[in-house]
């Protein structure tokens, strides 16, 4: 027995040492990011870190074991922190020491601890700043033009005495000067959407606000002659912004509209669910393919693109709706089989709930 013991006995070493062996290339490999680092206990206690994460935060030894709130003292990061259980692209923050500076925090469970990543994002935060600056600048340079070519085809289109073969053409003009208007419009919207970090926020009864999205639903149908339902089954309202989220809801309602053949069965719903409220909008119409799907939140992204003019489309409504969703905590599902219709849900979390008993 005694050489089988002493077998297993060299075996288990060997493994030890291999592990031992692998847990130093991991660390070392670590110590090497430029990307801070850093281990935390249960307690929220620094366990280890990088050479990064010494020189961001100013660690030396002594601190281990410290919360990692005497370091982090920025409130966003505490509220991050404290809902990682939640799915999450991690937290963009001020550098708490240089302002000029932004960082992305992401936290990572690792066995019964976590591992916290932060990243320097500065030069992507300024690139970001520069794209919505230039949509922003360049759609609002765009309307005043448009509106006078708008104006003047308006009045050489209605003149009674103009040539049958000049008509076509200004009638083409306005529709497109139309389209074109449409798309600065909902640029300018996405932009502000984007750059506003905060915007008031009020208690909202959904129940009126469907109502009325309704109500413009059925003026709007009047061309396609669809059977539009409304479906009521809570009276919960949501904490938000009135006008962005009227903006959204009503833009699926309308997509729904446009994009259903005409005399279809498109249904409007506001449903309590284990985790929050959903608003949906059902049709069945032609549905959508599989690999479209993850694409149409894309800016300009059509399935169908001389379907989408025809209808109108500017391409943007369904990126306004994702920021506007992001912007409420909630999120935009997609459920669709090609040739049965589609459905799209806004999936709002218990937090932007309000009972309509306590409101």
């Known amino acids: 027995m005694a050489p089988i013991q002493n ?49 961001l935060l100013s660690l030396q030894p002594i601190d281990k074991g410290q919360s990692i709130f005497d370091y982090i003292t920025v409130p966003e990061f505490r509220q991050y922190y404290k809902n990682t259980t939640l799915p999450n692209d991690g937290v963009h923050l001020e550098s708490w020491r240089d302002p000029s500076r932004y960082l992305k925090c992401e936290i990572t469970p690792f066995g019964d601890e976590k591992l916290l990543f932060i990243y320097d994002v500065t030069r992507l935060r300024h690139l970001e700043q520069m794209r919505q600056d230039f949509v922003a600048n360049v759609s609002h340079e765009l309307r005043t033009p448009l509106t ?60 009126k606000l469907l109502t009325n999205i309704y109500d413009d639903a059925q003026a709007y149908n009047q061309a396609y002659k669809h059977i539009i339902h409304l479906h009521i089954d809570t009276y919960d309202g949501l904490y938000g912004s009135e006008m962005y989220l009227n903006s959204a809801l009503s833009n699926l309602v309308i997509n729904a509209i446009k994009y259903t053949p005409k005399g279809g069965n498109i249904t409007i719903s506001w449903t309590r669910t284990a985790d929050g409220c959903r608003f949906a909008v059902e049709d069945d119409g032609l549905g959508i393919a599989p690999q479209h799907i993850a694409r149409l939140t894309e800016r300009f992204y059509r399935i169908d693109k001389g379907r989408s003019r025809a209808t109108g489309g500017t391409g943007l409504g369904l990126a306004i709706v994702k920021h506007v969703l992001h912007q409420h905590e909630a999120h935009l599902q997609i459920d669709s ?7 799209f849900s806004a999936v709002f979390p218990a937090a932007c709930v309000r009972s309509a008993s306590t409101d």
Do not use: C
């Open 337 to 343: 089989v090609e040739g049965a219709g589609s459905t």
């Open 7 to 55: 077998k297993q006995n060299t075996l288990e070493s060997i493994s030890q040492q291999s592990t031992a062996e692998q847990l130093q290339k991991i660390r070392s490999a670590l110590r090497a990011l430029r990307d801070a680092v850093i281990l935390l206990n249960d307690d929220d206690g620094l366990e280890w870190w990088n050479q990064a994460a010494q020189d």
């Open 148 to 207: 006078v070519m708008m104006g003047y085809l308006e009045n050489f289109s209605d003149q009674p005495d103009m040539p049958p073969k000049w008509r076509r053409g200004f009638e083409l003009m306005t529709q497109q000067t139309a389209r074109m208007n449409r798309i600065v419009n909902d640029l300018l919207l996405l932009s502000k959407i984007e750059i506003e970090e905060s915007h008031e926020l009020n208690y909202i009864n959904m129940t």
